[in-house]
Structure formats: C-alpha cells, structure tokens
C-alpha cells in the first residue's frame, strides 16, 4: 500500500518546538518532490515547506522562513519538518503531500492534483 503517515504533533507553548515526521511506504520519496501543509478549521489549506528529496532543494513560506527547517532521510524514506520558535499563530492540521511533478509543481500547483496526501497531525501552540 503506498501511504504518508505523518506524526510528532503535539501541545506546545509559544516559543517551543516540534519535529514532525512523514514517512512514507510503498514509494521512494527521491522520487517525488514532498511539502508540508497546514489547515486550520475554516480557513483554506496552505504550504508551509517543501523539498525535493533527490537533490535536497527546499522551499520556505514566508511566514515560517527562519523558525521552520525541513529535511529529509532518505534511506529511512522520512521526511521532518523541525519547527522552532512556534506561535499561536501556527495552530493547525499539518499535512504532508507528495507529487512526482516536482518541487514548482507541487508549490503552484493544485493541492488536489498531489499524488498523495497523509491524514495529518495536530499541532497546538498556547500563548
């Protein structure tokens, strides 16, 4: 079965940190580009971080660039997602996708195009 599972979500106070983990079984992720979304309840879905595990490129949204680092494992076929410095304001559903169109695709492209998509995990900042 190919699936994303993702996990390390969790409670937190403002200024702490979080490690997510996406890992991924029945496919190789050099093979695809991988990003992680975020979702709060009524508010659309939005990319946060992305990597192309081939050649370790990554991408950053503005509003975690310097808090947010993701990388990847190749050999375990994980993907993290290190978060540091967290704020309320990053209260969400964390999800990990990933696409086989590459990095610019998986950033601009429609996120119900991507090839897979985890179940999510939350993530919960108090102030």
């Known amino acids: 079965e190919v699936r994303l599972v993702e996990s390390g979500g969790g409670l937190v106070q403002a200024g702490g940190s979080l490690r997510l983990s996406c890992g991924a079984s029945g496919l190789t992720f050099e093979d695809y580009a991988v990003g992680w979304f975020r979702q709060v309840s009524g508010k659309e879905r939005e990319g946060v971080s992305y990597?192309?595990?081939?050649?370790?490129?990554?991408y950053y949204a503005a509003s975690v660039k310097g808090r947010f680092t993701i990388s990847s494992d190749n050999a375990k076929n994980t993907v993290y997602l290190q978060m540091n410095s967290l704020k309320p304001e990053d209260t969400a559903v964390y999800y990990c996708?990933?696409?086989?169109?590459?990095?610019?695709?998986?950033?601009?492209?429609?996120?119900?195009?991507?090839?897979?998509w985890g179940q999510g995990t939350q993530v919960t900042v108090s102030s």
């Open positions: 996708a990933a696409d086989r169109g590459g990095l610019h695709y998986l950033i601009v492209g429609p996120e119900d195009a991507h090839d897979l």
């Open positions: 990597i192309s595990p081939g050649d370790g490129s990554t």
